[in-house]
């Protein structure tokens, strides 16, 4: 995970999130992504470096 995160971060819900069901939401970092649930934003995120985000997406487009 990265320290350096910043803390204006703009979140956008994921393509692959349908408008029923429970939706992530992603913004890019200057080194990787960060993700959090829609319905439970106040819990916060997690941030990924570039590596890292791009194991998480080859594995969950399988």
Do not use: I
Request: net charge negative; proline share 5%.
């Amino acid at each position: 995970m990265n320290n350096s995160v910043p803390t204006d971060l703009l979140f956008r819900k994921s393509s692959y999130s349908q408008p029923t069901q429970n939706c992530v939401e992603v913004a890019d970092l200057p080194d990787g992504a960060a993700v959090r649930d829609t319905q439970n934003r106040e819990a916060g995120h997690l941030s990924f470096v570039s590596q890292e985000w791009a194991a998480l997406l080859s594995t969950v487009r399988l």
